[in-house]
């Protein structure tokens, strides 16, 4: 549907989401929060999805969350803003920030233009981040009084280590632009805004022909990272048999033995 605040389009296994909020450069409404976390689950759950490519409409990834479509009607009390935070922030937005974070497939942030406030968290949240030239990453938070909210203090310290995260998060203007994430290690190498569909649909591609499983329990020790090699070496352990068990090991072996692409089932 054209008006939806997600649209959702497959393509192969290849699924492509876009924030579609247009008239406010894709600001994140409760709705949108509600459709990309029900399609981040969908896509856990479906094994025909292999990867999944995150996107804006109209030039822009998400300038953050709609504040004039959740303040329109509401009590401007304090009281009032301090239930909105629990309503559409922390019952709304969250979930949708923890299925994406949680997703077990690769998930790509396709970026044009801005990713501001929840619009940054969301792209931190995805496991690669393609940019044009134009693009930047932005808290915003600080400029409104709020604080940075959708896990954006952890998600900044993670990619960047404390002191970077907080001069970046402490300053209300700062702007993280595509030049300087890449330097960063936070985006792949900036490109031309023609290319961002071509470009990230090969880069998920690639991903999708990754092993599922694989994939999956790389992403989970990734995302609970241990607390020393020896710890590692011990929570790889279990996966590391699992996947030499299965069918995708023997069709990797059997395909390198024979010199032809593999082709992974995620059994």
Same mark, same amino acid.
């Given at each position: ?11 192969? %296994?290849? !699924?492509?989401?876009? !924030? ?7 600001? +994140? ?24 490519? +995150?996107? /804006?409409?109209?030039?822009? &990834? @998400? ?12 009590? %401007?009390? %304090?009281? /009032?803003?301090?239930? =909105?935070? *629990? $309503?559409? !922030?922390?019952?709304? &937005? ?7 974070? *949680? =997703? ?33 990453? /932005?808290?915003?938070? =600080? ?17 960047? /280590?404390?002191? #970077?995260?907080?001069?970046?998060? +402490? ?18 190498? %900036? ?9 990230? $649909? ?17 992403? #989970? +020790?990734? *995302? ?18 699992? @996947? !030499? ?10 395909? &390198? &033995? ?10």
């Amino acid at each position: 549907m054209p008006d939806a605040p997600l649209l959702e389009e497959r393509r192969g %296994p290849l !699924l492509w989401l876009t !924030l579609h909020n247009p008239a406010r450069r894709n600001a +994140l409404s409760v709705e949108m929060a509600d459709a990309l976390g029900a399609a981040a689950r969908r896509a856990a759950e479906d094994p025909t999805v292999r990867a999944v490519v +995150l996107t /804006g409409a109209a030039g822009h &990834f @998400c300038s953050g969350a709609d504040l004039a479509a959740a303040i329109a009607g509401g009590d %401007p009390s %304090p009281e /009032g803003r301090r239930s =909105l935070g *629990q $309503t559409s !922030l922390v019952d709304r &937005f969250h979930p949708a920030l923890r299925a994406l974070w *949680q =997703l077990p497939k690769p998930t790509i942030a396709a970026m044009a233009g801005a990713a501001v406030g929840f619009g940054m968290s969301i792209a931190l949240a995805c496991d690669v981040r393609l940019m044009t030239e134009e693009a930047y990453l /932005g808290t915003g938070f =600080l400029k409104l009084g709020l604080f940075p909210d959708g896990g954006a203090l952890y998600l900044l310290e993670r990619h960047l /280590g404390l002191s #970077r995260a907080l001069e970046i998060a +402490l300053d209300p203007e700062r702007r993280l632009v595509a030049r300087e994430a890449h330097a960063l290690g936070l985006a792949l190498p %900036p490109i031309a805004g023609t290319l961002l569909e071509p470009e990230a $649909t090969k880069l998920a591609e690639r991903l999708a022909a990754a092993p599922p499983l694989v994939v999956r329990e790389a992403k #989970r +020790l990734l *995302q609970a990272p241990p607390r020393s090699f020896e710890e590692a070496l011990v929570r790889e352990a279990e996966p590391v048999k699992d @996947c !030499l068990a299965s069918e995708d090991a023997a069709e990797g072996l059997t395909a &390198f &033995f024979e010199k032809r692409p593999p082709k992974f089932s995620g059994r």
